[in-house]
C-alpha cells in the first residue's frame, strides 16, 4: 500500500488516528481541502479515505464527509501457533443454549440472539402466493413424499445456483434434506462413529456442537478470526498430532464471527484434507449472504476429488421453516442417499417446489439484492451503536456478510453476567461460552445479530446493555 500516492497518504492518516491527532467520533478534513492541502487530486484522496473505511478505521456520514469510528473493528486474530494443538474433548453443550432458545422465540423479550432472518422483507408475502399457486397448479403434491434423491425441480435450481459458487454438479449429484442441520447430521452419520475426532473452528455455533455432542464426536477446537476465519497452520498442526476424522467449517461468512475465509485460504484447506485424505463438511448456509457484488467461490469449487460435502439450506435467505435444504456430498454420495433413507425417508414435496419456483422465477435473486444491502446497513448501524454506548475498550468484528457479529467486552466484564442482566431488562443476548466446547472460553465475548430493522425499542435496547456493561466495570 506504501507503494502508491494514495496508499502512503492512507498510511499517515491511521497513524495519526493511532496516535490519537484524530480522535473517535472526530471528523476528519474534507476530501476538497485535503487535496488542495497534498497538492494531489480528489479521486486521489477518496481512495485513500477508501481504504480507511474499508479498514472499519473511518465512517462517512451522508452530507457530512468522513468521521473516526467510535469502536475500533475487532481484529479477532487467533492466538500465536504452538507446537502442540489443544486437546480432542466431549462436547457437553450448556443448558443454556436451549434456555436462549426457548426464549428467542417469545415476544416478551427483544432479541439479538436468535440467527434469523429479518421479517421485515417482502419476500415473505412473495412464498405465500407460490405456495398457493403451487397448490392449484397440482393439489395432490403436498400429499406423500418424494423419491429419496429429493425434488428433481428444486436439485435443477440448486444445481444451476451452484455455479455461482464456482461448482459444476449436475442435478443427480444432489440430495435435499430437511433444511441445512439435517444435512450436516446425514453427512456426520455417514462419516463418524462415537468417539471419532471432529475439527471445528472456535469460536464455533453452537448448532454444530450440539450435532458433535448427539453423536458421541470429540471436538479439537481450531483457532480462528473475524477476517480469514479458521488457521490452516493450525488445522495442519492438529493433522500432524490428532487422527481426525472430519472437518466441520462455516468458511464463508462464519457464525458466530461473521468471517469470510480468502479464497487462497480456501485452496491450501482442500490441499490438506487431500494431503490428509479426510473429508469435510462444508456449511454455506450463509455463502449467498455477502456484501460483496460477487459471491464468494465455495471450498467445494477446488475440491477435484469429492472429498468437499457442501450443506446448505434457505433458512437464513428465505424462512427457516420451510424446512428445505440439501447436501452436495461428492463421492459420499450412496453413503449420504442411504443415510437419508434409513433417517428420513424423504421430505415433503410441496416446500421443495415451492422453493423450486422461488429461485427459479420467484424474484429471489431481487430479494437477496435487498437483504444484502439490508444487513450491510444494519451492520454499520450497530457497529456505530456499540461505539457510541459501549464501554470504550469493547470491540466488535466487522462482517463482510451474513448478519452476526461478535463483540468483545472491555477487560474485568463478564458476558455471562451481562447475559443475566440484560434478560431481567428483556433483552436475550448469546454469551461466548456457547461457542466453544470448552465452557472457559469466551467468557468476555458475547454474539449479537442485526437481521431486524433498527427500532426506536431495539435501538434502546442496545444502549441498555452498555449501560449493563459499564456497572461491571
Request: charged residues 20%; glycine residues 8%; positive net charge.
Amino acid at each position: 500500500m506504501e507503494t502508491t500516492l494514495y496508499g502512503k497518504i492512507a498510511n499517515q492518516i491511521i497513524g495519526q488516528i493511532r496516535a490519537g491527532i484524530f480522535k473517535p467520533g472526530e471528523k476528519l478534513p474534507s476530501v476538497r481541502s485535503l487535496s488542495r492541502k497534498r497538492s494531489v487530486s480528489i479521486s486521489t484522496i477518496l481512495t485513500a479515505y477508501g481504504i480507511l473505511e474499508d479498514q472499519g478505521l473511518v465512517e462517512v456520514r451522508p452530507k457530512s464527509g468522513y468521521y473516526v469510528r467510535r469502536v475500533p473493528v475487532h481484529e479477532h486474530r487467533p492466538p500465536a501457533i504452538s507446537q502442540r494443538t489443544s486437546v480432542p474433548r466431549k462436547v457437553a453443550t450448556p443448558q443454556r443454549v436451549m434456555e436462549v432458545m426457548r426464549d428467542s422465540s417469545s415476544p416478551q423479550f427483544i432479541s439479538f440472539a436468535a440467527a434469523l432472518p429479518g421479517t421485515d422483507f417482502p419476500v415473505i408475502h412473495q412464498l405465500k402466493r407460490i405456495f398457493a399457486r403451487v397448490i392449484r397448479s397440482a393439489p395432490f403434491l403436498g400429499i406423500g413424499y418424494d423419491s429419496p434423491k429429493g425434488s428433481e425441480p428444486l436439485r435443477r435450481q440448486v444445481a444451476r445456483r451452484a455455479l455461482d459458487a464456482g461448482i459444476l454438479c449436475s442435478p443427480e449429484e444432489i440430495i435435499t434434506t430437511a433444511g441445512c442441520q439435517s444435512a450436516i447430521g446425514l453427512c456426520l452419520r455417514a462419516l463418524t462413529s462415537a468417539g471419532d475426532i471432529i475439527a471445528v473452528e472456535t469460536p464455533c455455533y453452537y448448532g454444530l456442537l450440539q450435532q458433535i455432542e448427539a453423536y458421541g464426536l470429540k471436538a479439537i477446537e481450531i483457532p480462528s478470526d473475524a477476517e480469514r476465519g479458521m488457521s490452516i497452520d493450525a488445522l495442519r498442526l492438529a493433522f500432524e498430532q490428532w487422527p481426525i476424522k472430519v472437518v466441520l467449517s462455516i468458511p464463508s461468512y462464519s457464525n458466530p464471527l461473521g468471517a469470510l475465509m480468502p479464497s487462497q485460504h480456501k485452496q491450501q484447506l482442500v490441499s490438506l484434507i487431500e494431503q490428509y485424505d479426510v473429508p469435510m463438511i462444508e456449511d454455506d448456509i450463509y455463502g449467498e449472504l455477502g456484501y460483496q457484488d460477487r459471491r464468494p467461490p465455495a471450498v467445494k469449487s477446488f475440491d477435484r476429488h469429492g472429498r468437499v460435502l457442501l450443506c446448505s439450506s434457505t433458512s437464513k435467505t428465505l424462512e427457516p421453516q420451510l424446512g428445505v435444504g440439501w447436501v452436495i456430498p461428492g463421492r459420499y454420495q450412496e453413503q449420504i442417499e442411504y443415510q437419508k433413507f434409513i433417517n428420513s425417508v424423504s421430505i415433503s414435496r410441496l416446500p421443495q417446489l415451492a422453493v423450486a419456483e422461488m429461485l427459479d422465477h420467484g424474484g429471489y435473486d431481487r430479494h437477496l439484492r435487498l437483504a444484502r444491502e439490508s444487513y450491510r446497513q444494519r451492520r454499520d448501524r450497530l457497529i456505530d451503536l456499540v461505539g457510541q454506548y459501549f464501554p470504550g475498550e469493547t470491540r466488535i468484528s466487522r462482517p463482510q456478510g451474513g448478519f452476526v457479529a461478535w463483540i468483545q467486552l472491555p477487560r474485568g466484564a463478564s458476558a455471562l453476567q451481562l447475559y443475566l442482566d440484560a434478560r431481567e431488562e428483556g433483552i436475550l443476548i448469546s454469551p461466548g461460552e456457547l461457542f466453544s466446547a470448552n465452557s472457559g472460553k469466551y467468557q468476555s465475548s458475547i454474539r449479537l445479530t442485526y437481521s431486524d430493522a433498527w427500532t426506536a425499542s431495539r435501538i434502546e435496547a442496545v444502549k441498555t446493555l452498555g449501560e449493563l456493561v459499564a456497572r461491571q466495570l
